[in-house]
């Protein structure tokens, strides 16, 4: 699906405004898109996966148009937009020309696996403040078995993003314990391989079997 410029819709699960500390600095509005690259076995958000699991479609303008009403609380707090999903990477033309047209002072954070065609990631690279990085595991065995797929080009992509002078401290990593799918010396095996990658925001956590 076609999703460059000003005019192209695309798909979202849904809207949350007035979300605190949750998902990027200050108060944010987060704007789910619909459609992954992965599989994950637990999925939160599985109506991503689904084809008619979005609520809408949307264009840049009319986002804008609606995320507008919390402009001053963003102002405020130094927040903004986070757009998630889904991979919401996948929709870089639409969050370009989002962007382009936002106010320059809103804060945007990006939670992505990074399993996404580089393009994706230069074009984003002007707009994103903040990544928020649900990498899963760093083993690639554990990686294909959860999510059906390879984590080369999420390697690729981490070292590129940290390869722009200050990323390191931009970057969030989500590390989950997996329940049947990683165990506690897989997790602490990623964050020693997160760490020598100077990566120091680390957020573990634990997935519930489903
Ligand atoms: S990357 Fe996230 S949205 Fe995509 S399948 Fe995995 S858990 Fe679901």
Redesign the pocket.
């Known amino acids: 699906m076609m999703d460059e410029g000003y005019n192209n819709r695309v798909p979202i699960i849904g809207v949350a405004r007035h979300r605190l500390a949750v998902d990027g600095q200050g108060v944010t509005t987060l704007v789910a898109f619909h459609g992954?690259?992965?599989?994950?076995r637990?999925?939160?958000?599985?109506q991503?996966?689904r084809a008619n699991g979005f609520s809408r479609t949307i264009t840049p303008p009319e986002l804008l148009d609606e995320v507008m009403i919390d402009n001053l609380y963003f102002l405020a707090t130094g927040g903004g937009i986070t757009f998630g999903?889904?991979?919401p990477a996948i929709r870089s033309g639409f969050i370009d020309a989002f962007c382009r047209m936002a106010p320059p002072e809103w804060h945007i954070t990006m939670e992505t696996?990074l399993?996404v065609d580089r393009h994706h990631l230069e074009r984003l690279l002007p707009h994103v403040h903040q990544y928020i990085i649900?990498i899963?595991d760093m083993n690639p065995g554990i990686y294909r078995r959860y999510?059906g797929y390879d984590n080369q080009c999420v390697l690729d992509n981490l070292q590129w993003l940290l390869s722009h002078d200050g990323m390191a401290e931009r970057i969030v990593v989500r590390v989950p314990h997996i329940p049947d799918f990683n165990t506690d010396a897989d997790v602490n095996r990623t964050r020693e391989h997160l760490t020598a990658l100077g990566i120091s925001h680390i957020d573990e956590f634990a997935y519930a079997r489903r």
């Open positions: 992954c690259t992965l599989h994950c637990y999925c939160l958000n599985a991503c996966l999903g889904g991979e696996a399993n649900d899963k999510t």
